[in-house]
């Protein structure tokens, strides 16, 4: 089955404890992204790699890392989390950058920082 | 991106057709109209996109105005399975494959 798995689904940790959310898809796709959600704000795009290597800031970068060193894994670092960084966090992914392809998202992960 | 404006909710009774607005008159010729949508509970899912003519697929058709200014995203037969945050979005051929989501349109679905 195509899908976008996200690992853990919930954590709870503590502030400056350096975590890690990971995001992997199975469909071979070029494009991967990091987006949180936050109410009223919608979801903003954290990054973005469009391949293998090749990342880039989203709208809220501050505070976050990632890495593409793979084509299907693209987790997301926080490295002194913050509670700021509460929030529910999805990953995506697509086919490519071009505008026609749809994007699949994960199931979420809901992370609380106290 | 251009940015969309959508009504904050909306009511449909189950069974019936669903008509869900979107307004973008600041839209470039080169946009697409996407539609995603969140049920409680999960991700984003992908709805219907249209450039320029109406569209349809399995879930939903896609009603798209002569100026491309507004758009509107039909349910034929709502169900409650429907009842979920629908988002409009535009999507620049240059763009960082960034989606824009606003706050979109919650619709719900009565019984």
């Known amino acids: 089955e195509a899908q976008v798995t996200q690992n853990p689904r919930y954590l709870i940790t503590v502030t400056g404890k350096k975590l890690t959310v990971t995001c992997s898809q199975n469909?071979?796709?070029?494009?991967m992204s990091w987006y949180r959600q936050d109410p009223g704000l919608g979801l903003r795009q954290i990054y973005y790699?469009?391949?293998?290597?090749?990342?880039d800031k989203g709208d809220v970068p501050e505070g976050y890392k990632v890495s593409r060193k793979e084509k299907r894994n693209f987790p997301l670092i926080l490295e002194s989390p913050s509670p700021n960084q509460t929030s529910l966090y999805f990953c995506?992914?697509?086919?490519?950058?071009?505008?026609?392809?749809?994007?699949?998202f994960g199931p979420g992960t809901r992370l609380t920082v106290t | 991106d251009a940015k969309t404006t959508q009504p904050n909710s909306m009511e449909s009774n189950e069974e019936e057709p669903v008509h869900l607005p979107c307004n973008h008159s600041t839209i470039s010729g080169t946009d697409y109209i996407h539609w995603y949508r969140q049920l409680p509970s999960q991700g984003p899912e992908y709805v219907i996109h249209?450039?320029?003519s109406n569209v349809n697929n399995r879930m939903a058709s896609l009603a798209i105005a002569e100026d491309r200014k507004s758009s509107t995203l039909i349910l034929h037969r709502a169900t409650l399975r429907d009842a979920a945050v629908y988002y409009c979005i535009l999507r620049d051929q240059t763009g960082a494959n960034n989606l824009f989501f606003g706050t979109g349109t919650r619709l719900t679905v009565i019984p």
């Open positions: 790699s469009m391949n293998v290597e090749v990342t």
């Open positions: 249209g450039l320029t």
């Open positions: 469909m071979n796709h070029e494009y």
């Open positions: 995506a992914s697509s086919l490519s950058r071009v505008p026609t392809y749809e994007q699949y």
